[in-house]
Each structure stands twice: as C-alpha cells, then as structure tokens.
C-alpha cells in the first residue's frame, strides 16, 4: 500500500494563477482533510470531507474549494493565488472504525507551495 | 472553536534526559489528544494518544498525562535518543459523531545533543 500520496511535491505560482492540488489514499477511507503548515503556526484544517460527494470547511476556508468526485482522491483547488497561500499543505485520512483505528489519520508526504 | 496552546517552542535536552511538552485546550468538551512527530522535511505521524477517560498512557520511553480539571496534557519522553529531535505537535478535538477536526499547538522543536 501506498498510503496517502500527494502530487505535485513542489509548485511555483503567480499570483493570480491556479492549480488544484491531488490527494489520493488507497486504504479506503472514508475522511479525508486538507491542511496547511506555515512555520509556528502548526498545522490548520482547511477542509475536510465524510466521504465521497461530500465536503466541509475547517478552520482556514477561505480562498480554497475541494471536491471529493472519488472516494479515494480529495482535491483542492487555489482559484486565484496570492502570496498568503504560501504554505506546506498536507493531506491526511482517517478511517470510520472505532477506536484508535478510527481516529488515527494519515498524513501525505506534503506539497509545497509557492506563491509569487 | 478550540484553542490549543503549546510550549515551550523549542526545547534542547542531552541524551539520556527527560523531556517534557505541555499543551493546553479551551474547549472542555474535547475528548481526544493525540501528539504527531514530524522529522524535517517529513510528514506528521502519530506517536501517542489519549482519550479523556484515562488520565496517563505509556509506550515505551513516551507517555501522555492528561488532566482535564485544568484542561491540558503533557508529553513525556523518557531516555532521549538523537533520533527523537523532531517538531511534536499537540492536537485536540471533541466527538462529533464525523470526522474528527483537530485542532493542533504551534509545536515544539526538541533536539537531543549527543
């Protein structure tokens, strides 16, 4: 298994631009989140999904939309770039079991962004 | 909405030392506190977690206290190794019968001198 994968590892933007940026799980789970880490700031739910055709926004919304069309990919779309969305975003799953086995979430390998 | 504080924000210990990082949460009906270990460059993974019926839990040389008269909880490495310098991360998060939406401390930069 692969786990949770995130393409691409590293992009330069203007602003203005836009790109969507691509989680894929193969352990079939059921939640799925976006994060972003900025340096002393932690990591910060951006949005989430409970599964496929649905999403919700976290703590960071704004400036962001997903869409999870599949239940093993979570996109996330920056419309129009600005230099505030400079930030390593992670991807993470979780599964719907009980226990520490549901509650544990996955994380990708990280996209780091660069918005000039 | 939950606010997690977290300190100290860096932290150095010889090896063979103790270290500790506390964390504090706002919000009382938070009921899950897991701590993630991040290596540079690396992604978060989880290293140990609470739940607020239990008031400590231990794996190995780590262990996770929870108070939640006061509202915080501790991460407690015993014995540190060089290869225990990383970024942890506290989170809390309360039930919401979904998934769960954490909400994470700034973290803590440990680093073990050899």
């Known amino acids: 298994n692969a786990g949770v994968t995130q393409t691409p590892k590293f992009r330069v933007l203007k602003t203005g631009q836009s790109m969507t940026l691509l989680c894929a799980q193969d352990?079939?789970?059921?939640?799925m989140y976006w994060y972003r880490q900025d340096p002393g700031m932690g990591l910060r739910l951006i949005h989430y999904?409970?599964?496929?055709?649905?999403?919700a926004k976290g703590e960071v919304p704004d400036g962001y939309n997903v869409s999870r069309l599949k239940k093993q990919n979570f996109l996330l779309g920056l419309e129009s770039a600005a230099p505030s969305q400079t930030s390593v975003y992670f991807c993470?799953?979780?599964?719907?079991?009980?226990?520490?086995?549901?509650?544990?979430?996955?994380f990708g390998p990280g996209t780091r962004l660069l918005v000039l | 909405g939950e606010n997690v504080e977290q300190h100290p924000s860096t932290l150095s210990v010889q090896e063979g030392d103790s270290a500790v990082i506390k964390c504090t949460y706002s919000?009382?009906?938070?009921?899950?506190f897991p701590w993630y270990k991040q290596e540079l460059g690396k992604r978060p993974q989880l290293i140990i977690d609470?739940?607020?019926?239990?008031g400590e839990k231990k794996d190995q040389r780590i262990a996770v206290t929870l108070n939640k008269t006061a509202k915080h909880f501790s991460l407690h490495i015993t014995e540190t190794q060089p290869e225990d310098s990383a970024v942890y991360f506290c989170?809390?998060?309360?039930?919401?019968?979904?998934?769960?939406?954490?909400?994470f401390g700034s973290g803590t930069q440990l680093t073990v001198l050899p």
């Open positions: 352990m079939n789970h059921e939640y």
């Open positions: 919000d009382s009906a938070s009921n899950y």
């Open positions: 999904s409970v599964g496929e055709g649905t999403t």
């Open positions: 993470a799953s979780s599964s719907t079991l009980s226990g520490r086995a549901g509650e544990t979430q996955y």
């Open positions: 609470i739940r607020s019926n239990v």
């Open positions: 989170a809390a998060s309360r039930s919401s019968g979904s998934a769960r939406q954490l909400t």
